[in-house]
């Protein structure tokens, strides 16, 4: 307990803390409609995207953030307008299309760097991130957008759900299936630029995808899966900073390892479950007659 409290006692840890916890709710709110929507790949690329707009930003002289924000938005727009459930094109045009931008923004990414001469350590924050040197200013604007990327994704929720469920229904039944899929795109590329400033811009796919995909391992009730892929991404944010608070290894490190543990237990436990199931002898009284 005295170590615990001890943890409350400095400054950069309650930053630390807050910021986490503010990330992990956004990034799991979201990315359990991008799993259950199966655009992880489209997460994937939004995430390596924020690592050239935070690059060309320094290049610029400006604000790593207005770089996140920026090439995520516009990425975001670029994917959602090759969007098959509006019925503009097909699954392997759009896989395409996300993987030529995932292509490109590493390439861009990486000449903003040497164009910039920066440092090793340079480099690696932008890939890796930094929960420790968070300070009081950041936490309030993580809070602000992330207040508004969940207010947005709280107004779209249920129409979203339906459309995610059974697009082509959702569209007979008059919702509009293509503005909803590019709002969300958008909602999710501003969850990412949050995200990638703390966690980096390679680090982010943890918390976006595996508590939500752990959350739908578990259950398929879209309430409790949501509450729960929040709950897991909180656990193990918490975990992993103090984890790295009491060892010399990196903050990313631990909250990908503990995603991953959860992940896997999930996965195992339920194979177990299915295959004692299928393996369980029949009864006399179940057979029919």
């Given at each position: 307990?005295?170590?615990?409290?001890?943890?409350?006692?400095?400054?950069?840890?309650?930053?630390?803390?807050?910021?986490?916890t503010?990330?992990?709710?956004?990034?799991?709110?979201?990315?359990?409609?991008?799993?259950?929507?199966?655009?992880?790949?489209?997460?994937?690329?939004?995430s390596i995207?924020?690592?050239?707009?935070a690059?060309?930003?320094?290049?610029?002289?400006?604000?790593?953030?207005?770089g996140?924000?920026?090439?995520?938005?516009?990425?975001?727009?670029l994917?959602?307008?090759?969007?098959?459930?509006?019925?503009?094109?097909?699954?392997r045009?759009?896989?395409?299309?996300?993987?030529?931008?995932?292509?490109?923004?590493?390439a861009?990414?990486?000449?903003f760097?040497?164009?910039y001469h920066?440092?090793?350590?340079?480099?690696?924050?932008?890939l890796?991130?930094?929960?420790l040197?968070?300070t009081r200013?950041?936490?309030?604007?993580?809070?602000?957008?992330?207040?508004?990327?969940?207010?947005?994704l709280?107004?779209?929720?249920?129409?979203?759900?339906?459309?995610?469920?059974?697009?082509?229904?959702?569209?007979?039944a008059?919702?509009?299936?293509?503005?909803?899929?590019?709002?969300?795109?958008?909602?999710?590329?501003?969850?990412v630029?949050?995200t990638?400033?703390?966690?980096?811009?390679?680090?982010?796919?943890?918390l976006?995808?595996?508590?939500?995909?752990?959350?739908?391992?578990?259950?398929?009730?879209?309430?409790?899966?949501?509450g729960?892929?929040?709950?897991?991404?909180?656990?193990?944010?918490?975990?992993?900073?103090v984890?790295a608070?009491?060892t010399?290894y990196?903050?990313g490190?631990f909250?990908?390892t503990?995603?991953?543990?959860?992940?896997?237990?999930?996965?195992?436990t339920r194979?177990?479950?299915?295959?004692?199931?299928?393996?369980?002898?029949?009864?006399?009284?179940?057979?029919?007659g």
């Amino acid at each position: 307990m005295n170590s615990l409290r001890e943890l409350f006692g400095y400054p950069f840890m309650v930053n630390a803390l807050q910021a986490g916890t503010i990330v992990a709710v956004v990034s799991a709110s979201m990315g359990w409609f991008m799993v259950l929507r199966r655009q992880t790949f489209a997460g994937h690329t939004l995430s390596i995207v924020g690592f050239p707009g935070a690059a060309g930003a320094i290049l610029l002289g400006i604000s790593p953030a207005f770089g996140y924000f920026g090439f995520c938005a516009v990425a975001a727009l670029l994917i959602g307008a090759a969007d098959p459930r509006a019925g503009t094109t097909t699954y392997r045009q759009e896989s395409a299309l996300i993987g030529t931008v995932q292509a490109m923004a590493l390439a861009s990414g990486f000449l903003f760097v040497s164009l910039y001469h920066g440092n090793l350590n340079g480099l690696t924050g932008l890939l890796f991130g930094s929960f420790l040197g968070i300070t009081r200013g950041q936490v309030l604007t993580l809070l602000a957008v992330g207040a508004g990327a969940l207010v947005g994704l709280a107004i779209i929720a249920r129409p979203l759900l339906f459309a995610s469920v059974d697009p082509e229904v959702a569209a007979a039944a008059g919702l509009p299936v293509r503005a909803l899929s590019l709002g969300f795109l958008l909602l999710l590329a501003v969850a990412v630029a949050e995200t990638a400033q703390i966690t980096g811009a390679l680090l982010v796919f943890a918390l976006l995808v595996l508590p939500p995909a752990t959350a739908q391992t578990i259950t398929g009730r879209p309430a409790f899966g949501l509450g729960l892929s929040v709950t897991l991404a909180m656990v193990v944010t918490w975990a992993g900073l103090v984890a790295a608070y009491y060892t010399p290894y990196p903050t990313g490190a631990f909250i990908t390892t503990f995603s991953f543990a959860a992940y896997a237990l999930a996965r195992g436990t339920r194979w177990l479950a299915e295959r004692s199931r299928s393996t369980r002898p029949v009864i006399a009284s179940e057979v029919p007659g």
